[in-house]
C-alpha cells in the first residue's frame, strides 16, 4: 500500500513539473532567457557537480560547491541562481538580477567577483536581459547554500580552483 501511495505521489509532481516545464515553454520571454543562459553557460559556474563531470540537473542553477581562487582577492563560488528566497535570488527583483547581471553589483551592494562576465552581459539587450531574469525566476527553487565568499586570508571550505600566474609575471 504504502508503494503504491508513494508511486501516486511520484507520478503527481512529475505530471506537475511536466506542467510547469510546458508552461514555461510556451512563454517566449522565458524560452529566450533559457536559451541565452544556455549559450552564455551560466550553468558551467552555477551547478554543482558541473566541474567534477558530473552536473546535478535537480540542483540545476542551484549553486557550486567549487570555488575560484583570485590571488589577492580571494575564493569566490558561482551562487545559487535559482528564486529560493534563503539560498537563492528568491527575494531578488527582476531590475536587481538585472542590475547585478549588467553592472556587476548586488542588491547589498556588494561588487560581483571578477570570474562572473557582467561586462560581457552588459552588452546585452534589455529584453535579453529582462528575459534570463524571467527565465532564473521561473526555475524550481533549489535550497542550497554555496560557500563563502572568502577573503585573500581566509581558509576556503570546499574544492577551489586556482588562477595561477606564470613565474615572474606581474599580477
Given at each position: 500500500m504504502l508503494r503504491v501511495i508513494i508511486g501516486i505521489v511520484l507520478a503527481s509532481l512529475a505530471t506537475v513539473g511536466a506542467l510547469?516545464?510546458?508552461a514555461n515553454a510556451a512563454n517566449p520571454?522565458?524560452?529566450?532567457?533559457?536559451?541565452?543562459?544556455?549559450?552564455?553557460?551560466?550553468?558551467?559556474?552555477h551547478t554543482p557537480g558541473y566541474f567534477f563531470g558530473k552536473p546535478d540537473m535537480a540542483r540545476f542553477l542551484g549553486g557550486s560547491e567549487?570555488?575560484?581562487?583570485?590571488?589577492?582577492?580571494?575564493?569566490?563560488?558561482?551562487?545559487?541562481?535559482?528564486p529560493d528566497k534563503e539560498t537563492?535570488?528568491?527575494?531578488?527583483?527582476?531590475?536587481?538580477?538585472?542590475?547585478?547581471?549588467?553592472q556587476g553589483v548586488r542588491p547589498d551592494g556588494r561588487v560581483l567577483a571578477p570570474i562572473m562576465p557582467w561586462r560581457a552581459l552588459a552588452n546585452l539587450t534589455k529584453a535579453d536581459a529582462?528575459?534570463?531574469?524571467?527565465?532564473?525566476k521561473s526555475l524550481p527553487p533549489v535550497s542550497n547554500k554555496v560557500p563563502g565568499p572568502f577573503g585573500p586570508t581566509?581558509?576556503?571550505?570546499?574544492f577551489v580552483m586556482k588562477i595561477v600566474a606564470p613565474e615572474g609575471t606581474k599580477k
Open positions: 510547469l516545464t510546458s520571454q522565458i524560452a529566450r532567457g533559457k536559451y541565452l543562459v544556455s549559450l552564455g553557460g551560466c550553468m558551467d559556474c567549487v570555488g575560484f581562487e583570485i590571488p589577492g582577492l580571494g575564493v569566490f563560488h558561482g551562487p545559487n541562481l535559482t537563492g535570488l528568491g527575494n531578488w527583483t527582476t531590475d536587481q538580477i538585472v542590475k547585478a547581471m549588467q529582462l528575459a534570463i531574469a524571467a527565465y532564473l581566509e581558509k576556503p571550505t570546499s
